[in-house]
């Protein structure tokens, strides 16, 4: 199986940035593509961006588009995330996670394996 662990989550205000990692290891070479996603209190778990290993396709959610940046280190099985002009709605837990197909898709379903999350607070 494939473990997934992120990082860089934490409190900063409107308008600042944070930059969130996850670092596979495992049978990394079934990580297709892999994604984040996020999870608010109350909130159903929803997509933020993913990346395709195979291709190179990234895909944003609208709602992070022109603000985050998804990129990875295919060699060193490493993701990341970087966030900036962060508001407080994109306060939420963030999860990585990873696909054994090369096609992007948006829902959690789609995916095989997840990281136990790291916390990301947005204060206003």
């Known amino acids: 199986q494939v473990q997934l662990v992120e990082s860089g989550g934490g409190l900063v205000q409107a308008g600042g940035s944070l930059r969130l990692s996850c670092a596979a290891s495992?049978?990394?070479?079934?990580?297709?593509?892999m994604g984040w996603f996020r999870q608010a209190p109350g909130k159903a778990r929803e997509f933020v961006a993913a990346?395709?290993?195979?291709?190179?396709?990234?895909y944003y959610a609208d709602s992070v588009k022109g603000r985050f940046t998804i990129s990875g280190d295919y060699a060193k099985n490493t993701l990341y995330l970087q966030m900036n002009s962060l508001k407080p709605e994109d306060t939420a837990v963030y999860y990585c996670?990873?696909?054994?197909?090369?096609?992007?898709?948006?829902?959690?379903?789609?995916?095989?394996?997840w990281g136990q999350g790291t916390q990301v607070t947005v204060s206003s």
């Open positions: 990346i395709s290993w195979s291709n190179g396709n990234i």
């Open positions: 495992g049978r990394t070479f079934s990580n297709y593509a």
């Open positions: 996670a990873s696909r054994s197909v090369g096609s992007i898709v948006v829902v959690t379903s789609g995916y095989d394996y």
